[in-house]
């Protein structure tokens, strides 16, 4: 009768025990709620011990340039190429973006966005938050480290991101792209080391020689010439993103950039900043203040 | 002696240029319309509201400019009555110190005709800018209209004209109707997303339908996917507050590109206000287990991350109770007085919606919270929804 008592209770304790591990997959409100900080998210991801994170700076590569021999069928699309300036972001300094968007047939195409910050641990903070914000459940978007890396340093989910240097990139295939991501994450990183290093990013950078207005004290309501004198060190092509904080900027058909102050209030200080972008992945900014007529 | 007289002073008339205006001026004078302003003044209770070409650069005024410029406009639905600033060009310049009377026609879908105004040559062959009244109204429902003005001269220097004299006509003019004022992050809106906003949302005129238009729109026409490998946002950097990458999300769409639900509920947001939908961006974490939803791009699935799981979970549709599928960790839409407006997702409603086919297929728009988590979220797992919370972001 003992013998037959024991092993009744031990049917229930190890049904209970299956039970609740059962529960523990599925969502339980009565489960205390789990750390999901992102200081949680790197300690899972291991970020501490990624590699690469005060190595030499690298120049990015203009992929529109150079033909990939994974995607040599896929054809680089009208929109598809582009730099753009990111501004700082929850406590990641501004980054050069650059995209290339490739299709072989409709439904069937892959973008890769490079990712350019001016020091290697800048880009790794970048990384680890591009894993943490998704739409996944935490757990799931803890990346999975490839080893050995398919390409870069360090490398997850079979290449389909790598961080090489202070370069952190994204493939995004779709329909039968999806079985390129390892080929398509080699040729790229055989560029990116085809490029050279160096220890800051000074010799990377476009120079601006003149940023001035032509005349500090604007009207309300008028144009106003801007003069702006920029170089590569390398003659790169260059690209150019305004910001201001009232009134615009054009371009007149002499091809000569002005400030427009329509709308702006009088007797304010307003800024204009420029940036330019080469296409090796560098920036450069400049900013001035101007003061509106009352 | 009156002979002589006469004489006398048609010789000095003609030697010295002193004859009268009206002998030596060319009839009729040539007159044309320089510019017109819709933008003229701050505010926009006389007339057109203030919109931006896009990021960084503001709209030139006045919008028309003869044979340089023509740039759109914006008003809100049934205002009356709207102002314009006109200037004219005569010639030649012996009519530098005349003024005329004129008035307009209106062919299309116009914002009025305009009675006559008499308008001043003050020394110069350029008018006094003067401000018109239009005289009808805009539309009542969002849209994006054409017209063009003809515009006739009734009277020079007071002298009525039998046959008014035909100045020319200009347009075509093409205006913006939104809803209401435009609010944040398009207080100002861009005239890329009213393209977008006004064509989606013509012929509604509440907030609901153009939005509702705006998040069907968004969802079948702009060639986007949600990314079911690890459901990453493309133009935001997180759910919450992060700018949303309007610039680049302009360039790159109609655009085959992967996005999550912080790039679809932002856009709701961003292309419903700048018509004055007064929507708002929500974000709610955690969520849970799906019901079977088509995400945007995609076909059915109860297991949204399929792409990056291992057999037997690579797969869209699975046990339709199975724990081990995946699911949203949170989730994000637009919404309206507290109903949910989803573009980032199809539901299905039939009487088994988490399992299929067969799928019956709903729009996910105008809910409230406690209907939108019933249906898109399964009852079994159990999931245990946290409650949607609005954020505002900046756009770049």
Not at chain 1, 70 to 87: V, W
């Amino acid at each position: 009768m003992k013998k037959q008592m024991l092993l009744l209770l031990g049917i229930i304790f190890s049904l209970s025990f299956l039970e609740t591990n059962a529960c523990k997959t599925a969502l339980d409100p009565l489960e205390d709620p789990p750390d999901e900080s992102l200081e949680k998210f790197k300690e899972l991801a291991d970020f501490a011990n990624w590699p690469g994170k005060n190595g030499l700076i690298r120049e990015g590569v203009n992929l529109n340039k150079y033909s990939i021999p994974s995607l040599s069928d896929a054809s680089i699309t009208s929109k598809g190429s582009q730099f753009y300036y990111q501004e700082a972001e929850d406590g990641v300094p501004a980054l050069v973006h650059h995209t290339v968007h490739w299709e072989k047939i409709k439904g069937d195409f892959l973008v890769v966005d490079l990712y350019i910050a001016e020091s290697c641990d800048v880009i790794h903070e970048y990384a680890i938050q591009r894993f943490f914000y998704s739409s996944m459940p935490f757990e799931l978007r803890v990346p999975k480290k490839d080893d050995p890396p398919i390409a870069g340093e360090i490398s997850f989910s079979g290449g389909r991101r790598f961080i090489r240097n202070n370069i952190f990139v994204e493939i995004s295939p779709h329909g039968e792209m999806l079985n390129r991501i390892a080929a398509v994450a080699k040729d790229i990183d055989n560029l990116l080391l085809a490029r050279p290093t160096a220890s800051s990013a000074e010799e990377f950078k476009p120079m601006i020689q003149r940023f001035e207005i032509a005349n500090s004290l604007v009207e309300s309501n008028t144009t106003t010439k801007l003069f702006l004198e920029v170089s590569d060190p390398k003659g790169s092509e260059l690209y150019y993103f305004w910001q201001v904080t009232a009134g615009g900027i054009g371009k007149n058909e002499y091809g000569e950039w002005y400030y427009d102050s329509s709308w702006v209030d009088p007797g304010t200080t307003q800024t204009i900043t420029v940036v330019v972008i080469n296409d090796r992945g560098y920036y450069r900014s400049s900013s001035i203040d101007i003061k509106i007529k009352q | 002696m009156r002979k002589l007289a006469i004489i006398i002073l048609g010789w000095l008339f003609s030697s010295y240029g002193l004859l009268p205006v009206a002998y030596s001026l060319p009839w009729p004078p040539t007159i044309s319309v320089y510019s017109i302003g819709f933008n003229y003044e701050s505010g926009y209770s006389n007339d057109a509201l203030a919109i931006k070409k896009g990021r960084g650069s503001t709209m030139p005024t006045p919008e028309w400019l003869t044979g340089s410029r023509n740039e759109r406009f914006a008003y809100i639905k049934s205002q009356t009555n709207r102002k314009v600033r006109v200037q004219f060009y005569i010639e030649p310049s012996g009519y530098s110190n005349s003024n005329i009377s004129v008035y307009a026609e209106v062919s299309g879908e116009g914002i009025g005709y305009i009675n006559t105004n008499t308008v001043y040559f003050q020394g110069s062959q350029y008018s006094t800018p003067k401000v018109m009244t239009c005289q009808g109204s805009v539309a009542g429902s969002a849209d994006i209209r054409s017209f063009s003005w003809s515009w006739y001269c009734n009277a020079v220097n007071g002298n009525p004209q039998e046959e008014p004299l035909v100045i020319g006509t200009t347009g075509d003019h093409t205006y913006y109707v939104l809803l209401a004022s435009p609010q944040a992050p398009m207080s100002e809106p861009w005239t890329d997303v009213l393209d977008y906003s006004c064509d989606w949302a013509s012929g509604q005129s509440s907030s609901s339908g153009a939005l509702t238009k705006v998040v069907q729109h968004i969802y079948n026409d702009l060639d986007l996917y949600y990314d079911t490998y690890d459901g990453s946002p493309r133009y935001t950097s997180n759910g919450v507050t992060g700018v949303f990458h309007l610039n680049q999300f302009l360039n790159e769409v109609p655009g085959s590109y992967m996005v999550n639900c912080y790039d679809c509920g932002k856009a709701v947001k961003v292309f419903a206000n700048a018509i004055g939908c007064g929507a708002s961006y929500q974000y709610c974490s955690p969520f849970g287990y799906e019901n079977c939803i088509k995400p945007i791009g995609c076909g059915w699935t109860n297991n949204p991350f399929y792409d990056s799981q291992s057999y037997p979970y690579n797969q869209p549709i699975v046990g339709e109770d199975d724990p081990y599928r995946t699911r949203f960790g949170n989730h994000a839409f637009g919404a309206l007085s507290g109903n949910i407006y989803d573009a980032c997702l199809k539901v299905d409603t039939d009487s088994n919606p988490d399992y299929g086919p067969p799928f019956s297929e709903s729009w996910a728009t105008g809910w409230s919270w406690s209907t939108y988590k019933s249906k898109v979220i399964d009852n079994n797992p159990p999931s245990s929804p946290g409650n949607p919370a609005s954020y505002d972001f900046n756009v770049d």
